[in-house]
Antibody
Framework: EVQLVQSGAEVRKPGESLKISCQGS????????ITWVRQVPGGALEWVGN????????IYNPSFQDHVTFSADTSIRTAYLHWNTLKASDTAMFFC??????????????WGQGTLVSVSS | DIVLTQSPGTLYLSPGDRATLSCRAS???????LAWYQQRPGQAPRLLIY???RRAHGIPDRFTGSGTGTDFTLTISRLQPEDFAVYYC???????????FGQGTKLEVK
């Protein structure tokens, strides 16, 4: 069974850094891109960006570029989403998900269970 | 940038009813790149439909996607209790690469 398991909820203060994780299982991790999606409380879904774990090639939504960073460690089949400097407005649920094997990679499935990030002073 | 507008915001129906959810794009889009997701409370989204009309693996045939151009529809026939959830449409743009979601339609029990 293909699964993406994300790290647990995090609470941080503004200005702090954070890295959350997404571990894939049940498939060849380097064969599929990972995407990250944000959902603010009670809000809709927003695409954050994609990473190709095979070479760490990344594409970011311009709205998130320069504020988040993706990385991957193929030895443990894990992708990461990292913030250097959190803001209160980063409070949201973040989902990782897998993209289709080949281009155009236009739909998203399956999804991780989500990681809730809370940023408050 | 393409904007997806879903309507209605909330739809009140009863189990056994037929639900019709709309997703309108701000400009004509490639039919192949329109998907629908279901999100139950406290859960991650789940892919229902891709390519505007293709059911994802394991999705019951009471879920049907249709439409072309700017107007797309998700129809759920014979609503089951587990179908009451929020539904999102999503467009994939190739250049620049972008995944755009609608704001969602909440399906609630009347």
């Amino acid at each position: 069974e293909v699964q993406l398991v994300q790290s647990g909820a995090e609470v941080r203060k503004p200005g702090e850094s954070l890295k959350i994780s997404c571990q894939g299982s049940g498939y060849i991790f380097t064969d599929y891109w990972i995407t990250w999606v944000r959902q603010v409380p009670g809000g809709a879904l927003e695409w954050v960006g994609n990473i190709d774990p095979s070479d760490s090639y990344t594409i970011y939504n311009p709205s998130f570029q320069d504020h988040v960073t993706f990385s991957a460690d193929t030895s443990i089949r894990t992708a990461y989403l990292h913030w250097n400097t959190l803001k209160a407005s980063d409070t949201a649920m973040f989902f990782c998900a897998r993209l289709p094997y080949s281009s155009p990679r236009d739909w998203i499935e399956p999804w991780g269970q989500g990681t809730l990030v809370s940023v408050s002073s | 940038d393409i904007v997806l507008t879903q309507s209605p915001g909330t739809l009140y129906l009863s189990p056994g009813d037929r639900a019709t959810l709309s997703c309108r794009a701000s400009q004509s889009i490639t039919t192949s790149y329109l998907a629908w997701y279901q999100q139950r409370p406290g859960q991650a989204p789940r892919l229902l439909i891709y390519g505007a009309s293709r059911r994802a693996h394991g999705i019951p045939d009471r879920f049907t996607g249709s439409g072309t151009g700017t107007d797309f529809t998700l129809t759920i026939s014979r609503l089951q209790p587990e179908d009451f959830a929020v539904y999102y449409c999503q467009h994939f743009g190739r250049s620049p690469l972008m995944y755009t979601f609608g704001q969602g339609t909440k399906l609630e029990v009347k």
